[in-house]
């Protein structure tokens, strides 16, 4: 039986906030499971999906002190697509980020906690 990924974890100040807002980036929907817990979940998503990924975002207590060690890479189909994609992402509340990735193809964004990611040029 072939290993697969099921779930991307992110540490988070406020799992509520951060997971509704890649919930509305990646337009999947949320569910809870309890306290401090929030899972981000392709729309229609029932386990075991075979093919999904999901995302858990954890509270804790402790301020993030070292550079983010997950970064997500999220792919668009067209120049048009990436731009549109970019500034919704904006709109909810992403912002420009530098990672000395100079001049290329792909945006350096973070989201609302500073965790970094990319979108990518279509190719």
Same mark, same amino acid.
């Given at each position: ?36 817990? +929030?899972? !981000? ?6 386990? $075991? #999906? =075979? +093919?999904? !990924? ?6 804790? $207590? #402790? =301020?993030?002190? !070292? ?11 067209? !120049? ?44």
């Amino acid at each position: 039986m072939a290993l697969r990924l099921v779930q991307v974890n992110f540490k988070a100040r406020d799992d509520s906030a951060l997971g509704r807002f890649w919930a509305e980036a990646l337009g999947w929907g949320v569910s809870s499971e309890g306290p401090g817990v +929030t899972n !981000v979940e392709p729309v229609g998503f029932a386990w $075991p #999906d =075979p +093919t999904a !990924v999901c995302v858990d975002v954890v509270t804790v $207590p #402790d =301020p993030e002190t !070292v550079r983010y060690r997950v970064h997500l890479d999220l792919a668009t189909t067209s !120049v048009a697509h990436q731009a549109e994609l970019v500034a919704r992402l904006q709109d909810l509340g992403a912002t420009p980020a530098d990672v000395g990735q100079g001049d290329v193809p792909w945006t350096v964004l973070a989201d609302p906690e500073g965790n970094e990611f990319c979108v990518l040029a279509p190719g």
